[in-house]
Structure formats: C-alpha cells, structure tokens
C-alpha cells in the first residue's frame, strides 16, 4: 500500500469517525450511537459505490465485496427459511415442522413433495465429479417443464391477445367524405384521429412482423416495409428510453436526499 | 241580549272542544294493525351446476329473478343463498380446530421447554439474578411484585413438569385425533346422500336484487376450514328477501348436484388451435431441415459479428465475459442465451480463449457450466474446461451488477456479450463496458431494455432475433426448423390481422370473437 492510500485511508478514518460523533449529537431517540453509526456506514457506502464514477478503487471493491457477500448470505438464508423450511418441512414432517417451530400444516403430509427433495439431492450430485452426470436430469425437468407451461401462457398473453389487439378498423364511423371534412379535428376520440390511431397500428404491426421475418432476404418492398419497421420499434424505443431515464433520476434524487438529508442534514 | 248569547255560544264552544280534546285515543289491541306484507314471489328455475372450466370445487347457482324484483311490489331486496350441511360436518369441523391446537400445543411446549429449563438453572445458579429482574419489573415499594427467589424457582419447576407430564400425552392424543377426521371426511359423502336426514340449512351468502348467479367454492384442501367435497351430493335453496327479513319468499330447491373437475378448459380452445398449428409446422420445418433442404435465414449483423469479436479477443490475449442475464432457466431467452453461449465457448475453445461467466441464479450456473464444459468436449478440449469459469455471483440485483461491473475494469474483457433476460441493470453493465473500451453485444426480449442496449452497445438483437440468432449460429435442424415454423406463424398472423382488420370494417365480430381467450 502506497503512502498516498495510507493517507487517504486515515483520513476516511477520521471523517467517518468525526461523521459518527456529530450524528450521534443530532440524534434523538432510543440508541443514537447505533442510529448515527448506521446513517453514518450507510453514507459512506453510497459515497464507496459513487466513486466507482471515477475509477475503480479499494472502496469501491470494498463496499462491492460486502454488498455482493451479504446479498448472497441473505438470499441463502431466505432460500433456506422460506422455501425449505418455510413451504417443504410442514408438508414431510409434523416432527420436522415443530423442530423448526413453523406452524404445521395437518393433513397437508404428501409423498409428492419428497419428488423436489429428490430432485434438489440430484442437482447437488454435481458436486461429485463421478456421479455428476445425474444432475442433468433435474436441469432436464426444471427448463423442460417450465418451457412447457410458458409456451402456453405466452401464446396466450404475447401471440393470440396481440393479435386480436390488431382488429381494428381503418375506416371508423364512416358516413361519407363530407360529413369527414366537415368534422376534421385533431382532438382525442375524433374520428379523424381513430382512424389514424388504428391505421398506425396495423402498419407498425405489419412492417414490425416483415422486419422480424427471417426467411427473406430484405430487399424491394419487403425491405422498405421492415426499414419502416425498424423505424416503429426505434421510436417505440426512443419513447421507452425517456420514460426510464426519468425513473432513474427519481432514483438518484432519492439517494441524494439520503446523503444531504438524513446524513449532511444540509435540507430539511 | 246579544252579549249573552255570543258568550252563551262561546261557552258551548268551548267546552265542546274541551270535551273533544279530553277523549284519549285508542290504545293497545284496539289500534287498527295494518296489515303484514304480503311475502314477495319466490325465485323460478333455480338449477345448480357444477361450474365449467374449473378444477372442481365449485358449483354455480343461477335463477329466475323473483316477480317483484324490480316489478310487482318491488320488495325483494336481496336473494338469501342457502347449503344443506349435515352434522357430520360440524364433527369435521371441531375436530380438525382440535387437532390444529393440539399440534400448536405440542409446539409451544416444544419450544417453551428449554427455555423454561434454561431459566430455572439460571436462577439456581444465580439467584441474584432475581432481585436484578425484580426491580426491573417493579417499584422496590410495591409489594404485590416483590417474588421470592423460592417462589420463582417453585414456580417454573412446577411449569416444567406441567409441560414435561402433558406434552406427551397432547402428542399422543394427535395420531388418534386424524384417524378420526379422516374418517369423518371418508363419510362425507355417504351422509350427504341421506338429505334431508341429520342436517340442517346454512347461510352460504348474499346477493342483491336484479342478481341472479352464485358461485359457491371452496378448497381442495381437506384440513382447510372451507373444504369443498367433489363428487358428493349437495343441495341448495334461494330465497327471495324483503327490506324486513323476517318477510321472505318461499324458498326454491336444487339439488341433488355435484361438483368436478373438467380435463379440458372450452375457453382456451383458440390456445389449443395455434399449439396444434405451430407444431404441425415445426414438424415440417424440422424434417425438411433434417433431410438436407436449405433453409435460407438472413445474415444477422449482431451475430456475424460474434466471431470477429472472438477473434479479436484473441489477438488482444484477453477473456471474453458472457452475461446471461437475470432471467431464470425456465424463461425463453434465457433458453436462447444458452444456445449462443454453446456456441460462443465452442469457438472460445478452439481459439483457447479464456471465458467468464457470472451467473446470477444458481440454476442458470448449472446449465451455464454443462453448456460450456459440453462445448469444450465438442471442440476437443475438455482438459481446457475450467470449473471456475462459469461461477455464482449473488441473488440480488444491484449487488450482482457492482460485481460484474468490478469484473469489467478488474479484467478488462476484449468483447462482452449480453444474452437474455435484462432489467434495469441493463444501461449500468452496457455502459461500464462501454468506458472499458469492449466491444459489446447485446440481446434480450426485454422491450423496456433494448433502447438502453442499442445506446450503449455495438450489436444489439432486438427481441425475436435473440430466438433467431441460436438458430442461426448452430444451424442445428430443430432449431432452424422451429425459426421456419415462427416465420410461418408471422405470415399466419400478418394474414389474420388483415382478415381481422376488414371484418372490423364491415363490423362482423364473429372473427374477432374467435380469437377471445378466456383468462
């Protein structure tokens, strides 16, 4: 370690130390020390993830490593709590289920679920390079069956629903060109703007699907069709984009009113 | 004269209205009633079915509204829904509340137990711990809480052996008390058979006036308080009521019915029609391919540039980071993913080209590390296939994202390739890579990502081309196969949309009703 990283290591040290102390001054409540230590670590991680702008660095790895190690714990934890002995242990064993001291569940015992147990035993034989082999079947029967059920729910939800989305008619309440003419207008719901609302709709459709078609070369009118596809989807996207990036600063104006806030106190 | 006969008549005046005004009404009994309510007209063609479409457990009820719902007197204000339950079901009932204290019993002995046991010895080894409690509990001047050190130790001796004497015998009583509920249960069905002998009516529910339909369900579970018997024969009444409850219809009867599961859901046929059409064209497709027919698919940029980029990495004497996303294993790009990633480390292998992949779900990591040690073998280069190459990182989003995003400036990978299902992690990992100076591919179905892709990225497949591009990179026969069956499908759908389109125009909604899916 650098003179340099000492140095700066000692005076992260110091601030957070002086940041401790004055928190636990403006604190109220029952344990302020543990508060202030709390708000205190919490601001010196964010400030540890931020400096990742910069480059990559000590704090940087440091708050990754424990962010990474105890969602990781966490998540093991709450695989092991709720899945196990949450949902699996009071349907096998009314002794297991009262060790564990989870309600049990009379009457629930079925051998279906030692069908998982097995299963779950099978996926950890990778573990032994010999018998390996077998936790193929499991990874077989978990993609095999859940691509099964998907195939179902999204030729219902992303195929059959999409496509009857698709019937609308081109021409709405039609009673003639001039009485069309004479009620032109722009605003929502006139008959004007449902005929284009729906017309645009059928295009993007269209060209959308030419351009996803792969058995074609896109050339003459095909092409032209899926280059005004391509054109639908990127300013579908555009409209996508802008919306999210809006989510994403309302996610960093929350963290910064954490930091000037709750840690600083610089806004009320 | 006059005087005396203006006062005369006023005197008689009012002692007529002194009179009249002294009369007391009439009370009690001899008050005219008026009259009760006529009740209102019962429901007609009361019919209880077992309810379509269902697993069972459930029966719906429809009706006749009642002459004077909305017509006649206009009483009915609400329609009484009734169930004939046998006593039986009351010993079910009971029996299943007792076994499920007794189990909380035996649990809260099991648990209370050790640590009444742990306070004891506390307390005898130290028994100024006592005092300490004491008057944390306690004024030092109220008597009432002042409890000696015998007394507490008395006490919980006394709780343990309670325990300790009880606890096996509630335990015991457990085995008895299910073999007793499940036979009850296994009578059900006889006793629901001998109506209307040992039962009685219950209120199921209510419905308002102008309502004519009652869904009446419950649980397959049979320990669950709202068990509901397939198979068994249950009756039902209805009957209309007025704004006075106690005026009421007669009451209409259904009943002998019974409910079941059906094999099929008549909703979902539309379902089963392009199941049907996509497999009969994949079958094709996938024969056709087998037997050596071209196929022709258009060049895909993203994925031609797969291999420039693998190439690349190798003269750089850099890793190539493969993303799978964060969907699941069960999920259709994810699937995809894989069948790029083969393709990807069989190349990896043969140029020895080091690959990484971080993987965010432990069953992606399984299928991750048979994906890339299968390809390794197809490259004949097993004894190049590291374990650790395919790893775990963490469950959590954003945590997995700091790490891979560490992996990006730590190895300074040649070429990262995004396959799969991504959120909003999508523009941080794209964008990390981006300042790395990697050359990036990307491909999700994702809609809500792909802009960040095609910002951030270099190739970005956008959607369906994913399912495209492990077709197109293999050229394995059933893939090719079932990537012509889906251009077919489009054709298919591209068809149905116009047809769809005109018969809107000309308002025939039979065609569109065909393609109404009940959820």
Not at chain 2, 421 to 432: C, R, V, Y
Not at chain 2, 446 to 463: K, M, S
Request: net charge negative; with cysteine.
């Amino acid at each position: 370690m650098s003179r340099i990283s000492i140095i700066i290591l000692v005076v992260v040290c110091i601030l957070f130390a002086v940041s401790w102390l004055t928190k636990t001054n403006a604190l109220d409540g029952d344990n302020p020390v543990r508060e202030a230590f709390l708000v205190t670590l919490s601001a010196f991680l964010t400030l540890a993830i931020m400096s990742f702008m910069y480059k990559d660095n000590p704090y940087y790895k440091f708050a990754e490593h424990l962010f990474v190690g105890v969602s990781a714990a966490y998540w093991m934890c709450v695989g092991f709590w709720s899945t196990i002995v949450g949902n699996l242990v009071p349907r096998i064993s009314d002794s297991l289920a009262s060790y564990f001291m989870v309600p049990p569940q009379p009457g629930t015992l079925n051998f279906l679920y030692y069908i998982p147990i097995v299963l779950g035993i099978l996926l950890l034989m990778r573990l032994v390079p010999k018998v390996g082999w077998i936790s193929r079947w499991p990874l077989a029967f978990i993609v095999g069956t859940f691509a099964g059920l998907n195939l179902i729910r999204y030729l219902r939800s992303d195929f059959i629903n999409q496509i009857s989305a698709t019937f609308v008619p081109l021409v709405v309440d039609w009673k003639g060109f001039g009485d069309f003419f004479s009620h032109l207008s722009l605003s929502v719901g006139s008959q004007f703007v449902d005929m284009l609302s729906n017309l645009v709709i059928f295009v993007g459709v269209f060209c959308g699907l030419v351009y996803f078609f792969f058995s074609r070369e896109h050339a003459g009118w095909f092409g032209r069709a899926s280059r005004l596809g391509i054109w639908v989807l990127m300013i579908t996207f555009g409209a996508s984009f802008g919306y999210t990036v809006m989510g994403r600063i309302s996610l960093l104006v929350g963290r910064l009113t954490f930091l000037f806030r709750d840690w600083l106190g610089l806004i009320s | 004269m006059r005087d005396v006969l203006k006062l005369v008549t006023v005197l008689v005046l009012c002692a007529w209205a002194t009179g009249a005004a002294q009369v007391e009404p009439p009370v009690g009994d001899s008050l005219p009633t008026a009259p009760a309510p006529p009740p209102p007209a019962p429901v007609t063609n009361l019919q209880a079915q077992d309810t379509e479409n269902d697993h069972g457990h459930s029966i719906t009820l429809t009706w006749d509204l009642s002459a004077d719902d909305g017509a006649g007197q206009r009483s009915v204000v609400m329609y009484e829904v009734f169930r004939w339950f046998p006593h039986q079901m009351d010993v079910v009932d009971s029996l299943r509340d007792a076994i499920s204290t007794a189990q909380e019993n035996v649990r809260a002995f099991r648990s209370d137990l050790p640590r009444a046991e742990h306070a004891l010895r506390e307390l005898k080894d130290d028994p100024g711990k006592l005092d300490r409690l004491r008057f944390s509990v306690a004024r030092p001047d109220d008597a009432a809480f002042v409890l000696t050190a015998e007394y507490a130790v008395r006490a919980l001796e006394d709780t343990i052996a309670a325990m300790t004497e009880q606890g096996p015998i509630i335990a015991s009583r457990i085995g008895p008390m299910k073999d007793q509920f499940y036979r009850a249960l296994d009578q059900l069905r006889e006793v629901h058979a001998r109506f209307p002998e040992n039962g009685g009516w219950r209120l199921l529910g209510q419905v308002g006036f102008g309502i004519n339909r009652y869904e009446n369900s419950g649980s397959k579970e049979k320990t669950a308080p709202d068990f509901y018997p397939d198979y068994t024969d249950l009756y039902y009444r209805v009957e209309a009521v007025t704004a006075d409850p106690s005026v009421r219809s007669e009451a209409a009867q259904a009943g002998p019915v019974q409910s079941k599961g059906q094999w099929f859901h008549t909703g979902k046929k539309p379902v089963l029609l392009f199941v049907l059409i996509f497999f009969v064209l994949t079958v094709v497709f996938v024969r056709l391919a087998k037997k050596g027919t071209d196929l022709y698919v258009r060049p895909l940029s993203g994925i031609e540039a797969v291999d420039d980029a693998i190439g690349r990495a190798t003269e750089m004497g850099r890793p190539i980071l493969y993303i799978l996303g964060l969907g699941t294993a069960d999920q259709v790009a994810t699937i995809a993913s894989f069948n790029v990633l083969s393709r990807v480390a069989k190349r990896v292998a043969e140029y020895q080209t080091p690959i990484i992949v971080p993987c965010y779900e432990p069953i992606v990591m399984a299928v991750a590390q048979e994906v890339v040690k299968s390809a390794y073998l197809d490259a004949g280069r097993p004894d190049d296939y590291k374990e650790e190459s395919v790893f775990y990182v963490t469950y959590y989003q954003f945590a997995y994202v700091a790490a891979v995003n560490g992996i990006m400036l730590r190895e300074k990978p040649a070429t990262n390739i995004y396959m799969g299902k991504f959120f909003a992690e999508s523009l941080l990992l794209a964008e990390t890579g981006s300042l790395a100076g990697s050359i990036q591919i990307a491909g999700t179905d994702e809609i809500a990502q792909i802009p960040f892709f095609i910002v951030a990225c270099d190739y970005t497949l956008i959607g369906e081309e994913l399912y495209a591009a492990s077709a197109y990179l293999g050229r394995e026969p059933i893939l090719l196969g079932s990537l012509k069956a889906q251009d077919w499908a489009k054709a298919g759908i591209i068809m149905i949309a116009l047809v769809g389109m005109i018969s809107m125009i000309f308002n025939w909604p039979a065609f569109a009703e065909l393609f109404q899916v009940v959820d």
